[in-house]
């Protein structure tokens, strides 16, 4: 109790916003840098969005639908085939194209039109990788301390 | 009428350079032919294919960037791809029925796309005419 009540975040939430930031930028560098590219998207297994780069022209709505949640049920049952852990999907539609990586426990979507080059969007999710797995520690961190501080309340 | 034998013949072409496996299989998962593995794997792979595929379908289509807020105007899903630690799976829609490939991690991305896109192609013209219902 005392913890939430001289601070506006949890302890580990704190140290949580520097990445998310850092992030944000690589994510914005990155939708700048790659062409037909629409947004990127970090988020939890949840949906909820940790940190996200969209272009001008793109809607909020458009990034409502749950992306992630599907991806994230999709991968645990393609884990079941006997292939191992599921590392990416890759979804094309009529006019656009979804990759998503799983980062445990952070997934990053990529949206780009169908114009994009698949392998290019498959090589910048990987080189995220590093990035979005410090800020995946980070926030296994966070939820460490909020488990603790509700121990305690 | 569907001729069981030269489906899977042909599902058979496919499998080399590292694709071992090509089923066929209806919208609720259950197998219409196979070629590579055992049946009782193609079972899984069926069900599982499957399920991923109308989960994507349902909820995981991008709106139109021009679409009306909650409105309709959604697109339809073409291919999926699913990376696994040892393995790769490229899943596709022909006629009223799925297609599935089956390669190993090794495989890349574009030969996998298009051997599903070629063997989608062949076989969407005969489904078309014994599974129109």
């Not at chain 1, 840098?33 to 990127?40: E, I, Y």
């Not at chain 1, 709505?61 to 049920?73: D, I, M, Q, R």
Request: charged share 25%.
């Amino acid at each position: 109790m005392e913890i939430y009540r001289y601070s506006m975040y949890p302890l580990g939430l704190k140290k949580l916003i520097v990445p998310c930031r850092q992030l944000q930028a690589f994510l914005q560098d990155l939708l700048e840098s790659t062409d037909h590219l629409k947004a990127v998207l970090v988020t939890d297994k949840d949906g909820v969005i940790l940190a996200k780069a969209t272009g001008p022209d793109l809607p909020d709505h458009v990034l409502e639908p749950a992306f992630s949640a599907t991806f994230s049920v999709a991968s645990d049952q393609s884990g079941k085939l006997g292939f191992g852990r599921n590392k990416m999907i890759m979804s094309t539609f009529d006019e656009d194209q979804v990759v998503q990586f799983n980062y445990s426990p952070l997934i990053l979507t990529l949206l780009a039109s169908s114009k994009a080059n698949s392998g290019v969007l498959i090589a910048a999710g990987k080189d995220l990788e590093e990035p979005i797995k410090i800020v995946g520690e980070s926030v296994s961190k966070a939820i460490q301390h909020e488990h603790k501080a509700k121990e305690y309340v | 009428m569907l001729k069981p034998k030269v489906i899977t013949q042909v599902l058979q072409q496919a499998n080399t350079a590292g694709v071992h496996a090509a089923l066929l299989l209806n919208p609720d998962g259950s197998l219409v032919s196979f070629a590579g593995g055992t049946e009782k794997d193609a079972k899984v792979l069926a069900a599982v294919a499957s399920n991923v595929w109308f989960g994507y379908e349902r909820y995981g289509k991008p709106p139109a960037a021009n679409s009306v807020e909650g409105g309709e105007g959604k697109e339809g899903l073409r291919n999926l791809i699913l990376d696994c630690e040892q393995g790769k799976l490229s899943i596709t829609r022909t006629s009223r029925m799925l297609l599935c490939l089956v390669a190993d991690e090794r495989v890349e991305w574009g030969l996998l796309k298009a051997k599903t896109r070629t063997l989608k192609e062949y076989l969407e013209g005969p489904l078309n005419l014994v599974a129109s219902y």
